[in-house]
Structures are given as C-alpha cells and as structure tokens.
C-alpha cells in the first residue's frame, strides 16, 4: 500500500517522513531519503527502542503543546507536526477539497462546471462505515472533480477543486 506520511518541522526546517512495515521491517523515508533497515524492537508513547541497520536505538518521548521532544543518543530533537490538511506534498490549491482520511468514494454529487453554494455537499466517503460528507467551502464553479464513484483515496488527497466566485460578479 501507499505509505504513511507525516510532516514535522524542527527549527525553521520542515521534514517531510514516509513510512510503512514490510515483512516486519519498516521502511522509512525523511525528505525521500531512506534511513536503511528500521525493525521496531519495542514501541510505547513515551519510549521507542529502534534497531537500525543491526544497531539497537533508545529513543524517550516526552509530548507537550502539540511538540514531540524526542532524546536519543543522536541527541535532543523537538518535532512540530505539521497538520495533515496542510501537506506540503499536496500542494494544494485555495479552494481544494481534501479528503480528510483514507476511504471509500460512495457518491459524487457535483460535476465540473457546477455552481455550489457554500455547505453544498459535493462528495461523500465511506470510512470506518461511517460516511463523510465533503462540502463546497465557498460559493463557486466546480472547476475539477478528481474523483469518480468506488475509488480510494487517501487522507489529504484532492477530491474537487471550487473556484469561488466574487459576489459583485455573481450578481452582475
């Protein structure tokens, strides 16, 4: 499957991590550069014992305001998450519906070209059987629709894209 991505920033840098296990490894990535051979020897909230390339890592966290301040023996890092929605990786454009969690597309209720109103539902997605109604933001065009009934999509993915429209012109 995809992987997993999350996104920190440490001081004034941003760093973008992908990871997924395969056969019991984990294979991750920061800023597409792999770290080699990662198997989670053990794993709590507030401890992670890695094995990294054969070499046994320990690793507290400690959580507070929303910063992770992770001590190794690499040293002391504080990690800021970036929040899903504003996924550098998406790079999304103002007026992009992004699906707000992996799952399934069970209707579309807009086509290209559509004007909405703002609350309009556009797209609906099944997840964890429950379903998620992904609304217009402003009134506007439907300028794309990404995606069609039965797909899978993943959480920050453009689904549709509205263009809003000034009211003076609306009028007009």
Known sequence: GEPQRAAYTVGDTEVAVAYRYRRGVLDVRVDDAALGEVVVASATPDLVVLEVDGVRRRYTVTRADGVSYVDGPDGSVALVEVPRFADPNAAAAAGSLLAPMPGGVVRVLAEAGASVTAG????????????????????GIVSEIHVAQGDQVDTGQVLAVVDEVAEEAAAG
Do not use: F, G, Y
Request: zero cysteines; glycine letters at 0%.
């Open 120 to 139: 309009q539902p556009l797209v609906v997605l099944e997840a964890m059987k429950m379903e998620h109604t992904v609304a217009a933001p402003v009134d």
